[in-house]
């Protein structure tokens, strides 16, 4: 877990920024599930064989005579649960829907992974139009060009269906079996509770094993492989790089069809930014009415970790450009006044903080280390004649004296 320092903060107000407008311009709106969910909904929709429980990455509290409740491990389970409850379905289909908060998962830790962390997700459900996939694709590919990456493309793939996934899987078991004594053992147990997550495999020599190994793309059934031949034509006609990598796989049971990852240069090893894909039988597997869909989740310190790597800098956070100072007493009491007023106006205004007495040189250097555009000075005599004195700190204009009653137009001119 990390803490999220202001240095830090102006990366993830870019990139909220930029998600949230790109989430409007595709006609998106914004739902937040809770945080907590029943275990039993990600039992049900995750599934048991995926990583979330065989690695026991979940954080899971039993309570004595309550049903076991889970801090959520991703969105996609809670976005489908809550559109089954809430009644969504009976709204112009499809539902378009995005939101941007924290998940929890006990994690081996590394570069850019955190126990808690959180991502911007976006699903679009109740619709099988391939073209529903481009669409996801597409506000993940504008989320990275808008930020500034480089090199970016898809890496694709479908996973069949339960109508043809089936038979793929074991002509990969048939392949493997001949292939068992190069095998890890954490491959072996792989082939055990999900075969397909072998072509993930990390291991040693696995990229060599598995180069022979049968594509699912060969083995697709009709419905499968026309949705895959219309997503990539789709993609052909936008102009949108794509690569067929045939050992993509996504880690949780519930994905079929589409699964993709963005890709990006100059971002070190990791070249995955985000990933995603369709789930057709999600909302079956959770006792709801059938209801496909489609979405992907980026985890936003994933991607400020990938902008630093590649040396992207945020826009230079807004500071208040008007810096008040005083020398105590009533000029400090004028100089709180006076604060309020600018900022009730919209003018970012600090003012000096000083409990006893503190030097006007002081006050100065501070005002230059905020890097304010303006110092006003308030002494006694401004005090007795209703004005005060503006200090330029950007320039070399001279300073100037302007009546109290004026302060706001002036300001409000000038830093126009």
Not at 50 to 77: G, Q
Not at 219 to 224: E, F, G, P, S, W
Request: charged content about 25%; proline content about 6%; glycine content about 8%.
């Amino acid at each position: 877990m990390q803490d999220v320092l202001p240095a830090d903060r102006h990366y993830w107000d870019m990139i909220v920024e930029q998600a949230t407008a790109l989430a409007q311009r595709y006609g998106l709106e914004r739902l937040d599930p809770p945080i907590i969910e029943y275990t039993d909904l990600f039992e049900r929709g995750v599934g048991t064989a995926s990583d979330f429980f065989v690695k026991k990455e979940m954080y899971t509290i039993e309570e004595e005579d309550e049903a076991s409740i889970t801090l959520r491990p991703e969105f996609t389970a809670g976005f489908v649960r809550a559109y089954i409850e809430n009644g969504l379905f009976n709204q112009t289909q499809p539902v378009r829907l995005y939101t941007i908060g924290p998940v929890f998962r006990r994690e081996r830790p590394q570069a850019g992974r955190f126990r808690q962390h959180s991502q911007f997700n976006v699903e679009i459900l109740g619709e099988t139009d391939p073209i529903a996939d481009v669409e996801v694709m597409l506000i993940a590919m504008d989320l990275y060009r808008s930020l500034g990456f480089k090199g970016l493309e898809f890496q694709l793939n479908s996973t069949g269906c339960p109508e043809c996934k089936p038979a793929y899987v074991e002509k990969l078991k048939e392949y493997l079996a001949h292939h068992e004594e190069q095998l890890a053992d954490v491959d072996k147990e792989r082939i055990k509770r999900n075969a397909l997550r072998v072509l993930d495999s990390k291991e040693p020599g696995m990229d060599q094993l598995l180069a022979g190994a049968p594509h699912i793309a060969d083995h697709l059934c009709a419905d499968c492989d026309d949705h895959f031949a219309e997503l990539r034509r789709t993609l052909d006609d936008l102009d949108q790089p794509y690569t067929i990598n045939f050992r993509l796989v996504r880690g949780i049971d519930y994905y079929t069809k589409t699964v993709f990852e963005v890709w990006a240069e100059g971002i070190g090893a990791q070249a995955a930014v985000c990933g995603g894909g369709r789930y057709d039988g999600l909302a079956e597997a959770i006792g709801g009415p059938a209801t496909p869909g489609v979405g992907f989740g980026s985890g936003i310190e994933r991607i400020v970790l990938a902008l630093k790597e590649a040396g992207v800098a945020p826009p230079a956070a807004p500071v208040p450009p008007v810096f008040i100072t005083h020398f105590g007493g009533e000029t400090k009491a004028a100089a709180v006044r006076l604060a309020t007023q600018l900022r009730r106006a919209g003018i970012g205004t600090l003012v000096a903080f000083a409990r006893g007495k503190r030097s006007m040189k002081s006050q100065m250097r501070e005002a230059n280390r905020r890097h304010a555009e303006y110092a006003i000075i308030i002494g006694e005599s401004e005090l007795v004649e209703g004005a005060v004195m503006i200090r330029p700190l950007r320039s070399d204009d001279p300073q100037t004296q302007v009546p109290l009653s004026q302060i706001v137009d002036w300001l409000q001119q000038e830093l126009q």
